[in-house]
Every structure is written in structure tokens, then in C-alpha cells.
């Protein structure tokens, strides 16, 4: 069935509410946006927010063939796109500020190398003579303009980008210029150099793990893919006792 689009709007500012919110906001509930935007399913919600650069080709699949909506959708995915910068600039500002300033608890190896760029940055008198507020927004403008930029997940923010560095997200194949969200989950993810992490990351995990548990109920014991799935709830499951307890150490060093 075909998305619903209510007569006071246009199919352009739905998909800009859609893309903003869910990547202004820390782990914003992609069930939560599906519903407000009255789609079928999430599936219709994600082409929403993750086909950036080829919207009137993507949105067909939601709306049909329509020539002059596919115009429309081209014309407006520019003014998106830099609003999407925009919004890209202010969610790493708000990280650099976290793991500087130490106001909210956040870990994971890109809070980690921030860190690290910190240190590298005060040792220069330029950088060092600046307040707190400009350091901030310094550190994130040469950050972004490195090609680090976020594509929030569930269970984390990946800020892989398409930044040139030796370093390889645990998502990536051999020849990947930037993440392979695919490939993304609770495991994969864990420990990967481009991974920050909110408590709010954490909570969803958990409520992902109690879904999963939920689905193995109706699974054979015996199959190859309950066996999968257990060994893969496990390993979250250690994984998550291990973030909260990174997650407490940080907030109490703040």
C-alpha cells in the first residue's frame, strides 16, 4: 500500500521533517517517526532517511511514477542536503563538547579519538589560546572537514564518514569507502573506532535483546538458526554489561 500523504503536505517537507529528526536527535525512534508519518511499514520509513542522494528514484517505490513530483523531490534534496550539513556540524559540536567539557557520560572508540585530537590540538599556542566555546567549534570544523560525519544506528553513532584514515570500521569490507551499515549490529559495531555511544544507546539494546528473546520462543531448539541467534544474544548481552559499566566509569570521572 501506498504512503499516506495528507492534503496540507507536501511530499518534500514530509521527507525533511523525517531525515532532521532522526538525525538531529540521539537515537530517535524510527517506530515513533513511521508512525507519525503514517507509513505501512518501517521499511518505507527508512528510505526516508537513508537514500540521500537519489530521493525521486527511491520515492517511487512510496509514491509512484510521477514526473513532475520526481522535479520537485531533485530540486528540494539540494536545500536538504545542506540542512543535513547543518544538522551533521551541530550533532558533532554536541560530541566534542561531551567528551571536552565531560557534562554528558558518552564512550566508544571515536570519543576515545577525539580525545586524542584534543590533546594534539591544545599543544598548538593557536588552538590553545582559544575559550572553551571556540576550541569546540574549531575541533569540529576540522573534523568535518576531514570527512567525518554521522550515520546514526540504533545501538550507536557511527561517525565513519568517508574520512581518509588507515583505520577500517568493523562494518567494512576490503574497498568500502565508507561504513556498510549492512553489515551493522550490536557485535559487529563493538569496539569499532568510529562508534560513540549515549546511555539512551544502551537502553534500546536492551530492548532489542528482550525482542529477540521474545522471537526465539516460536524457533525450533534444534534449528541452525536458534542456535545462531543464542550465540549472537549472548554476545550482546556481554556486550551491554560491558557499556554500562563503561558508561558508569565515565559518568563518575565527570
Not at 525512534?29 to 521499511?43: F, M, N, R, T
Not at 528510505?47 to 530521493?55: F, G, M, R, S
Not at 549492512?182 to 536492551?206: D, K, W
Amino acid at each position: 500500500a501506498p504512503a499516506i500523504l495528507r492534503p496540507y503536505e507536501s511530499p518534500s517537507m514530509r521527507r525533511a521533517y523525517a531525515i532532521l529528526f532522526y538525525y538531529r536527535y540521539v537515537n530517535a525512534s524510527l517506530a515513533a517517526l513511521s508512525q507519525q508519518l503514517v507509513h505501512p511499514s518501517l521499511q518505507e520509513t527508512w528510505v526516508y532517511i537513508t537514500d540521500l542522494l537519489a530521493p525521486a528514484k527511491s520515492l517511487k517505490v512510496l509514491y509512484g511514477k510521477d514526473a513532475e513530483r520526481d522535479v520537485i523531490f531533485a530540486r528540494e534534496d539540494k536545500k536538504l542536503a545542506k540542512e543535513m550539513k547543518f544538522v551533521r556540524e551541530m550533532r558533532l559540536e554536541d560530541l566534542v563538547r561531551a567528551v571536552t567539557e565531560g557534562g554528558i557520560p558518552v564512550t566508544g572508540g571515536f570519543a576515545k579519538f577525539l580525545k586524542r585530537v584534543r590533546n594534539t590540538l591544545l599543544g598548538h599556542v593557536s588552538y590553545a589560546r582559544l575559550d572553551e566555546e571556540r576550541q569546540v567549534t574549531a575541533m569540529a570544523k576540522s573534523l568535518s572537514d576531514r570527512g567525518y560525519s554521522l550515520a546514526p544506528l540504533p545501538h550507536v553513532d557511527c561517525w565513519r564518514g568517508t574520512a581518509r584514515t588507515q583505520a577500517r570500521g568493523r562494518c567494512q569490507e576490503p574497498g568500502d569507502v565508507g561504513p556498510n551499515p549492512g553489515r551493522a549490529s550490536i557485535v559487529v559495531c563493538n569496539g569499532c573506532p568510529f562508534g560513540s555511544l549515549y546511555e539512551q544507546h544502551t537502553v534500546n539494546m536492551e530492548a532489542d535483546c528482550r525482542h529477540q528473546r521474545e522471537r526465539l520462543v516460536f524457533m525450533s531448539p534444534a534449528s541452525l538458526q536458534y542456535s545462531r541467534e543464542i550465540r549472537e544474544l549472548s554476545l550482546a548481552e556481554k556486550i551491554i554489561d560491558l557499556r554500562k559499566m563503561n558508561i558508569s566509569l565515565v559518568g563518575e570521572a565527570t
